[in-house]
């Protein structure tokens, strides 16, 4: 029974999901520092143009559709309409359901793009 549950719903292989976690390092959200490792995996659609050695044919789950979301992130992102566009590079865009955006850099550097001086969200941050 587990088999045919597996089958019927294959994840990420092992050295997919360690290719995310050595990118990501940390939750993904901005200002988020929640190791990647004690995060869950969300789906982000494939950047475009796919990174090296993919082809927009590979309908294997890879590392360039992943990105790491804590628990309380990943709550956040489904409900309340926060959008994440993966880069090749490993950038994380974020797209606040205001539509303010936020660079994630790399872990723990975020940079907001849009202006919004009564801005109620997160502040910007940099380490
Ligand atoms: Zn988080």
Redesign the pocket.
């Known amino acids: 029974m587990f088999e045919s549950l597996l089958e019927a719903r294959p994840g990420p292989g092992v050295q997919v999901i360690a290719a995310v976690l050595s990118r990501d390092r940390?939750?993904?959200?901005p200002g988020?520092?929640?190791p990647a490792f004690r995060?869950d995996l969300d789906h982000v659609r494939r950047p475009s143009p796919p990174g090296p050695g993919v082809t927009q044919e590979t309908t294997d789950v890879g590392p360039d559709e992943l990105i790491s979301?804590?628990?309380?992130?990943?709550v956040?992102r489904a409900r309340h309409g926060w959008r994440p566009e993966l880069a090749i590079d490993g950038t994380v865009r974020w797209t606040s359901p205001t539509g303010h955006r936020y660079v994630r850099e790399r872990p723990g550097t975020v940079v907001q793009t849009s202006t919004a001086a009564q801005n109620r969200e997160s502040p910007v941050i940099r380490s």
């Open positions: 940390t939750c993904t959200f988020c520092a929640v995060c979301l804590c628990r309380h992130h990943h956040v």
